[in-house]
DNA sequence: CTCCTTAGATAGTTCTACTCTCCAATATTG
DNA sequence: CAATATTGGAGAGTAGAACTATCTAAGGAG
């Protein structure tokens, strides 16, 4: 299909998809001469994964260049996934303070949970405690932990799943899927989170 | 204290301060004169909100405003979580298909959830399982299912903390503290799931 | 042969969130 | 009381992100 055609299949306009193409978010067709160049299915792919990126993920074009990266060079849906979570965390200023990390470290511990000291996920929820301190409403360990317990089936659903999908070998897609769920799911999870607080709040309201 | 005060407590220079103050995210502070005010302890507070809805939930100072407004509303942790939630979704700007309703429709019910129809995070998520769709990886219900069922004694515990902390009434304060604990533990819940994936998925490929 | 589309490049626009500069009116300090 | 600093208030300017528009030369379609 012509550049026209790839357009309009992905719901975007010409000159986005250009300007696409010139942020190295979308690999070039193959030429067929001068002035033109042939697209396929996965260019459409491409363009549906960066819009769901940037407008369900909110993440910043530059923050998609190095996931898709990442997932150009992962070889394991782990890798992919680990690649993509490297890049997800809002770019934090200030480094997690060691109180922080300690309680990451323990709250891993206690889960049998093993992460490489310093790993990017390991110092974003570090950080995260750390803010809910400075905004006065730190977050208990045994909360911590209640969240930590509850999504373990969650997620071993989730990796289950995903290793159904594939057979055998990773190819390409698989690994897009595993970056495109762990990514796209995670509204699904907070809308449901919110939704249930809407309800268990209303009924405790209600009872008074 | 006097704006100069006000901005190195928050950590926000005084340009800063007197652009939320025009944008109306900050109350004035109490005129004493014609070229002086007076600020105090809520004013802190109310900056170091405002910078953990924007550098942490990610809002932009549009919906922080919307937020804050919703807030000054509220007379219940309720309506102050719902208010808040209103504003949170990434202003959708296709509405969500019949089907992906009817599935959250089929959710709550199953739950034994109760929510208005149209309400917004409803509307959120039947959005986001379009997304998922769209992209071609669809949610299965039985996810959907494990999601709500995980989540519910999260939940459960969130709320109880919340209503242990005030005794009776509710004041500013503790509708202040719903919306903060609300909002931001929210990517302590997704740092927590990311971690969690990835050491589930590297047990699995160690295992193979 | 004529008109349309495309690749590729450059420049311009819109939006957000600041940041800077002024000014006149005070406060503060010596 | 005089010199200096600070403030409130308002407007203009800036930087970055994500497009959007325009232009040119080269093909391609009918």
């Known amino acids: 299909m012509w550049?026209?055609?790839l357009a309009s299949r992905s719901g975007l306009s010409v000159a986005t998809v250009k300007y696409y193409l010139r942020e190295g978010l979308l690999p070039s067709g193959t030429a067929t001469g001068a002035t033109r160049?042939?697209?396929?299915?996965?260019h459409v792919r491409r363009l549906r994964l960066i819009r769901a990126l940037t407008d369900v993920?909110?993440?910043r074009l530059e923050s998609v260049r190095q996931v898709l990266d990442g997932i150009e060079a992962a070889d394991s849906w782990h890798d992919a996934v680990g690649a993509a979570h490297t890049r997800l965390g809002t770019a934090e200023s200030t480094p997690p303070t060691p109180g922080s990390l300690a309680r990451v470290d323990d709250m891993l511990e206690a889960q049998g949970w093993q992460l490489a000291p310093g790993h990017p996920q390991a110092a974003a929820l570090a950080h995260a405690l750390d803010v809910?301190?400075?905004?006065g409403h730190p977050i208990s360990d045994e909360m911590l932990f209640l969240y930590a317990h509850a999504l373990r089936p969650i997620v071993m659903r989730e990796v289950a799943s995903v290793h159904l999908d594939e057979r055998g070998e990773l190819i390409d897609a698989d690994v897009e899927a595993a970056v495109i769920g762990t990514?796209?799911?995670?509204p699904v999870l907070l809308?449901?989170?919110?939704?249930?607080?809407?309800n268990v709040s209303r009924k405790l309201t209600e009872g008074t």
């Not at 160049?37 to 996965?42: L, N, R, S």
């Not at 809308?191 to 809407?198: G, H, K, P, V």
């Open 57 to 59: 993920a909110g993440l």
């Open 37 to 42: 160049a042939a697209y396929d299915e996965t």
């Open 191 to 198: 809308s449901i989170r919110r939704i249930a607080q809407e």
């Open 183 to 186: 990514v796209l799911q995670e």
């Open 132 to 135: 809910l301190d400075d905004v």
């Open 3 to 5: 550049m026209a055609e």
